[in-house]
């Protein structure tokens, strides 16, 4: 069964830092890009970045850009989510998604950006 | 302000046929497959329609999408109460970057 599994998330002062983690299983995780995609609390969905199968490419959305780092580790079957100087609007539930065109998501993990 | 355009919101009675709307631009949706999401209140969303009109396992024939030039759609037909939820439409976007793009989300309610 194709899974994915959020962890890391929490609260965290503004400007401080967290990294968030997502493990695969029931897939050849090395043969697929991953994405993550965050919700603000009663908003719309928010594309974070994306990595490709080798870790050989990297994208960011506008908002995350010089901000947030996406990496893999395909013999752990990770994807990881380093968030740096964070701020009050990055407040959201985070997913992980897998590609082609984000057909399986994990169950998120909220992170909470508040003094 | 999202890249993707739909509707805040739609509406329709059990049976009916109701329809979706995402505009976009040469940069996305007219250069791109386009793909459909259902998102439920407190879960995950899951993929409803990936490119080429293709559902998933477990997906009724009652969703279908269709696409034209710089915009799509997502038809929902036999309306079931089960169908009321949140549906948000994506696709690649490459302009100078490359960046995954999603609609604002459209709340169907079924009266």
């Known amino acids: 069964q194709v899974q994915l599994a959020e962890s890391g998330g929490g609260v965290v002062q503004p400007g401080g830092s967290l990294r968030l983690s997502c493990t695969a299983s029931?897939?050849?995780?090395?043969?697929?890009?991953m994405h993550w995609v965050r919700q603000a609390p009663g908003k719309g969905l928010e594309w974070v970045a994306f990595?490709?199968?080798?870790?050989?490419?990297?994208h960011y959305g506008d908002s995350v850009k010089g901000r947030f780092t996406i990496s893999r580790d395909n013999s752990k079957n990770t994807v990881s989510l380093q968030m740096n100087s964070l701020r009050p609007e990055d407040t959201a539930v985070y997913y992980c998604a897998k590609e082609i065109g984000l057909d399986v998501w994990g169950q998120g993990t909220l992170v909470t950006v508040s003094s | 302000q999202s890249v993707l355009t739909q509707p805040p919101s739609a509406s329709g009675t059990p049976g009916q046929k109701v329809t979706i709307s995402c505009s976009g631009s040469n940069t996305n949706i007219g250069n791109s497959y386009v793909y459909w999401y259902q998102q439920f209140p407190g879960s995950a969303p899951r993929l409803l329609i990936s490119g080429n009109n293709q559902r998933p396992s477990g997906v009724p024939d009652r969703f279908s999408s269709s696409k034209s030039g710089t915009s799509a759609s997502l038809a929902i037909s036999g309306l079931r109460s089960e169908d009321e939820a949140d549906y948000y439409c994506a696709a690649w976007d490459v302009t100078l970057s490359v960046s995954w793009v999603f609609g604002g989300g459209t709340k169907l309610t079924v009266l």
């Open positions: 990595i490709r199968d080798d870790g050989s490419k990297k």
């Open positions: 029931g897939f050849t995780f090395r043969r697929y890009g």
